[in-house]
């Protein structure tokens, strides 16, 4: 069983930049597909970036170029870089992990964190 601990969040202005890391305890780490979701009030959980096993990467349109999602191994840590923030941004970021199935989409992911709120306002 894989436990996923967030930490990083908290309030940024606009503009301005945040990383997430989320810990991971359990085997195998690197072996699961990894990818980060965003929540806010009245919406779906969304997929903003995910990163495979094999090291292949994909965003969301919104955050592409702006977000950047790693994984340290050794570590058993995730990352989220989030650069050139903006208001919309604001929500709860859920880190995720799959040992099965496509880790941007809501319904592959066996394990998720707890969640950390990210705020961006001036």
């Known amino acids: 069983q894989l436990q996923l601990v967030e930490s990083g969040g908290g309030f940024v202005q606009p503009g301005g930049s945040l990383r997430l890391s989320c810990e991971a305890s359990?085997?195998?780490?690197?072996?699961?597909?990894i990818g980060w979701f965003r929540q806010v009030p009245g919406k779906e959980r969304e997929g903003l970036a995910c990163?495979?096993?094999?090291?292949?990467?994909n965003y969301l349109e919104s955050v592409k170029g702006r977000f950047t999602i790693s994984r340290n191994s050794v570590k058993n840590t995730m990352y989220l870089q989030m650069n050139d923030l903006n208001p919309e941004d604001t929500g709860i970021y859920y880190c995720?992990?799959?040992?099965?199935?496509?880790?941007?989409?809501?319904?592959?992911?066996?394990?998720w964190g707890q969640g950390i709120q990210v705020t961006v306002s001036s």
């Open positions: 359990g085997p195998h780490f690197g072996l699961y597909a």
């Open positions: 990163l495979s096993s094999g090291g292949d990467e």
């Open positions: 995720a992990a799959t040992w099965v199935g496509y880790a941007c989409v809501y319904g592959d992911i066996q394990h």
